[in-house]
């Protein structure tokens, strides 16, 4: 048992005890954290893969997800953390303006079409970074914020590292091929869930069509992204290219109340990349449901007590527990709660005093934490005697207690 359900064995006869039982489908939302096996994954095309179901937090599938690789642009995912970070804090503002440096004015590849006479604002540059993919912005962000891209690439290796980036490092702020440009999928994953979730208030520019800076380059203004149009609820978030790292993919798209990201890279043209995305999302979609099998303040079980003035507690959910099921297996879940038997007194309303570990064939076990329904207050003599007796009881003869 883990040490936080553990107490002082005064006894030198207590024991774990775990309780079999059958879980039914209900239906609310509790996040829960899971790893699909290899058998039900997704059979990818791409060099390396990961995908993510972010309203449970279960990994759907991963395919050399730690093996870092050329990110291409898809690592300017990294800038636009550190930008919306400045946001974030106050640093800068929406309307902040940027000069445009002769660096800048002359990267290479995509592009936003600045000139050093231009000073755009933080959501231009925003949108010349996700809609156009410019090179330029990316420097003039870099600049603007730390002086020289050299010393943003700094910062961005130091913020990656304290985000627990542990396959990523960083050259520049473009994704301009470079030996030490490196990411692993699993890394452009979290970092992709990290933009949906902890910056909502700017994550639509993601699923922004087209943008051309001060009408420049009107035929370059649409966004990469090949699934934006499908209708299949994509909304973000970055492609990238280079002859090294082939064809890549961030996306994340939303349908009912379930949000994917995924991760693809190393296809070989524009084409095979619109295709295993969509194959990514429907597949994602399709294969599995969000069902809730316990609601918040079910008692699962009851569970003794040790020197109390209640002789037993019941051991509720704390939360309402859904999980993210294949969908050929939804029906046929088991679990166990398993605990310090008996729970030494006092004991506190919402206490966590053991967890529910629920297996569904095929998939790892997973472990929800139970809390007690009651306080329980250290009993006077006459009490404590009376419980020591009733579990010395139960112990001696073999009596389990109740299950719901």
């Given at each position: 048992?883990?040490?936080?359900?553990?107490?002082?064995?005064?006894?030198?006869?207590?024991?774990?005890?775990?309780?079999?039982?059958?879980?039914?489908?209900?239906?609310?939302?509790?996040?829960?954290?899971?790893?699909?096996?290899?058998?039900?994954?997704?059979?990818?095309?791409?060099?390396?893969?990961?995908?993510?179901?972010?309203?449970?937090?279960?990994?759907?599938?991963?395919?050399?997800?730690?093996?870092?690789?050329?990110?291409?642009?898809?690592?300017?995912?990294?800038?636009?953390?550190?930008?919306?970070?400045?946001?974030?804090?106050?640093?800068?503002?929406?309307?902040?303006?940027?000069?445009?440096s002769a660096r800048a004015k002359n990267m290479g590849g995509s592009t936003m079409f600045l000139n050093e006479q231009d000073r755009p604002t933080v959501e231009e540059l925003i949108q010349g970074i996700i809609v156009l993919s410019g090179n330029d912005a990316c420097v003039v962000v870099a600049e603007g914020l730390?002086?020289?891209?050299?010393?943003?690439?700094?910062?961005?290796?130091?913020?990656?590292?304290?985000?627990?980036?542990?396959?990523?490092?960083?050259?520049?702020?473009?994704?301009?091929?470079?030996?030490?440009?490196?990411?692993?999928?699993?890394?452009?994953?979290?970092?992709?869930?990290?933009?949906?979730?902890?910056f909502p208030e700017y994550y639509g520019y993601f699923g922004q069509s087209e943008f051309a800076f001060d009408g420049r380059a009107p035929d370059n203004r649409f966004n990469r992204n090949p699934l934006l149009k499908l209708g299949i609820g994509a909304d973000g978030l970055k492609t990238g290219h280079t002859d090294?790292?082939?064809?890549?993919?961030?996306?994340?798209?939303?349908?009912?109340?379930?949000?994917?990201?995924?991760?693809?890279?190393?296809?070989?043209?524009?084409?095979?990349?619109?295709?295993?995305?969509?194959?990514?999302?429907?597949?994602?979609?399709?294969?599995?449901?969000?069902?809730?099998?316990?609601?918040?303040?079910?008692?699962?079980?009851?569970?003794?007590?040790?020197?109390?003035?209640?002789?037993?507690?019941?051991?509720?959910?704390?939360?309402?527990?859904?999980?993210?099921?294949?969908?050929?297996?939804?029906?046929?879940?088991?679990?166990?709660?398993?605990?310090?038997?008996?729970?030494?007194?006092?004991?506190?309303?919402?206490?966590?005093?053991?967890?529910?570990?629920?297996?569904?064939?095929?998939?790892?076990?997973?472990?929800?934490?139970?809390?007690?329904?009651?306080?329980?207050?250290?009993?006077?003599?006459?009490?404590?005697?009376?419980?020591?007796?009733?579990?010395?009881?139960?112990?001696?003869?073999?009596?389990?207690?109740?299950?719901?």
């Amino acid at each position: 048992m883990p040490t936080q359900y553990q107490t002082d064995n005064q006894m030198g006869r207590w024991h774990h005890m775990r309780q079999k039982l059958v879980l039914f489908i209900l239906g609310f939302t509790f996040l829960v954290a899971a790893i699909l096996p290899a058998s039900a994954a997704f059979d990818s095309r791409a060099k390396a893969a990961f995908m993510l179901d972010v309203t449970t937090g279960t990994i759907l599938m991963e395919k050399n997800a730690d093996l870092p690789l050329p990110p291409a642009s898809m690592s300017k995912l990294m800038t636009l953390n550190m930008l919306f970070e400045a946001l974030r804090d106050g640093r800068v503002t929406m309307d902040t303006r940027f000069g445009v440096s002769a660096r800048a004015k002359n990267m290479g590849g995509s592009t936003m079409f600045l000139n050093e006479q231009d000073r755009p604002t933080v959501e231009e540059l925003i949108q010349g970074i996700i809609v156009l993919s410019g090179n330029d912005a990316c420097v003039v962000v870099a600049e603007g914020l730390s002086g020289s891209e050299e010393n943003f690439a700094k910062l961005m290796n130091e913020r990656a590292k304290a985000l627990g980036m542990t396959g990523s490092t960083f050259a520049n702020s473009s994704g301009w091929p470079d030996p030490n440009q490196r990411m692993s999928m699993r890394d452009l994953g979290n970092l992709a869930t990290r933009l949906v979730t902890e910056f909502p208030e700017y994550y639509g520019y993601f699923g922004q069509s087209e943008f051309a800076f001060d009408g420049r380059a009107p035929d370059n203004r649409f966004n990469r992204n090949p699934l934006l149009k499908l209708g299949i609820g994509a909304d973000g978030l970055k492609t990238g290219h280079t002859d090294e790292a082939g064809y890549g993919l961030v996306g994340s798209a939303r349908q009912g109340n379930r949000r994917v990201v995924f991760v693809i890279t190393g296809l070989e043209s524009e084409k095979e990349r619109a295709e295993e995305s969509e194959r990514m999302v429907n597949w994602a979609f399709r294969q599995f449901v969000q069902k809730t099998v316990i609601k918040k303040g079910a008692e699962i079980a009851r569970a003794d007590v040790w020197l109390g003035d209640n002789e037993q507690i019941g051991l509720v959910a704390a939360e309402d527990i859904s999980l993210l099921l294949p969908a050929l297996e939804q029906d046929n879940l088991t679990a166990e709660v398993v605990y310090r038997d008996p729970v030494e007194a006092p004991i506190q309303n919402g206490q966590v005093v053991a967890e529910l570990l629920v297996t569904l064939k095929g998939l790892p076990q997973v472990s929800v934490p139970l809390v007690s329904d009651r306080d329980v207050k250290r009993g006077g003599y006459v009490p404590r005697m009376r419980s020591a007796a009733a579990v010395l009881f139960r112990q001696i003869t073999g009596e389990a207690p109740g299950l719901n």
